[in-house]
């Protein structure tokens, strides 16, 4: 990326515990890359940007839910690079109450223009008529798919892995889309297996890897979902409350905290040989707290300590 927004080089791997059950477990920090555009995000646009640049397009489009990661990402890269944004969101409805809503609220903060509509039509956001549409609209944007994952993302994805990581046996993350394990997939060494843990329900996410991922050396493990996207319970509030306490590190509850739940049970159930090296992605996500304990607050549960 241009010298305006280069990557933190101070990321680092923090080691969870030097044993338990008999394996080692490391955090590597994606999280810290950059204050609004971290972990796999920063990843997923890096090329992206630059291939807007090339293009020489000066609007930004993509799609994202209300409490949307990507959609952050983009508002505030846009913003970095002097581009104008448009976000097109899931949920018509969120027009008139977007305003109580963190996540919008900063995207809108960086310039990012909001075109809402209904559930039925962002089924449609794939289709070449719809695209048609908002370009009438919107005029000749670049447009980058809903979280991210597209070719050029999968390549920013491959960099996650450095040389540093060749000893570890296993490799952990979260999956959203399916572009950071596919580039997680295609950088990994023959002796790696990639772990992929779904926030969502459903099988889909095999097929979707596949168009990406060059090798066969992955698995996803679908058992910690917790009930599918954005779902949570107080046992997963309290596992990341408590992981905060004894390592200080903050988890997101969609996708990290979900992760190191499910890596955590599969230590106690003995999944993973002994002596096993365990190296675990932090992807960010880290902005959609806020939005998480509005609606925990609402249904008065327990809130996710900051």
Request: hydrophobic share 40%; proline share 2%; with cysteine.
């Amino acid at each position: 990326m241009a010298s305006v927004f280069s990557l933190n080089n101070v990321l680092n791997e923090d080691v969870i515990s030097s044993s338990l059950k008999n394996v080692s477990l490391s955090l590597k920090r994606e999280d810290v890359i950059h204050e609004y555009v971290s972990g796999n995000k920063y990843r997923k646009l890096k090329y992206n940007i630059q291939q807007a640049q090339k293009e020489k397009k000066e609007i930004l489009l993509t799609f994202g839910g209300a409490f949307s990661n990507h959609l952050a990402a983009v508002s505030a890269i846009g913003g970095l690079f002097g581009l104008k944004t448009i976000g097109v969101v899931r949920g018509e409805e969120l027009k008139d109450s977007y305003a109580s809503n963190a996540t919008l609220l900063f995207a809108k903060s960086q310039g990012m223009q909001f075109e809402f509509v209904s559930r039925s039509v962002y089924r449609e956001k794939n289709t070449e008529s719809f695209v048609r549409k908002l370009k009438e609209k919107f005029g000749d944007f670049y447009l980058i798919p809903e979280g991210g994952t597209n070719n050029l993302a999968v390549k920013g994805c491959e960099e996650i892995l450095t040389d540093n990581d060749d000893s570890f046996d296993f490799i952990c993350c979260p999956v959203g889309t399916g572009g950071t394990i596919s580039g997680l997939i295609n950088s990994s060494l023959s002796h790696q297996k990639i772990i992929g843990f779904p926030a969502l329900k459903g099988d889909f996410l095999r097929k979707d890897i596949s168009k990406f991922a060059n090798k066969s050396n992955w698995e996803l493990i679908s058992d910690y979902h917790f009930g599918g996207y954005a779902k949570i319970n107080i046992e997963l509030i309290s596992f990341i409350n408590q992981f905060k306490v004894e390592n200080n590190i903050q988890l997101d509850p969609v996708y990290t905290g979900k992760m190191m739940f499910g890596i955590f049970d599969l230590i106690k159930k003995e999944y993973f040989p002994k002596d096993s090296k365990i190296l675990a992605i932090h992807t960010g996500g880290l902005q959609g707290i806020e939005g998480m304990n509005a609606r925990l607050k609402r249904k008065g549960m327990p809130l996710i300590q900051l």
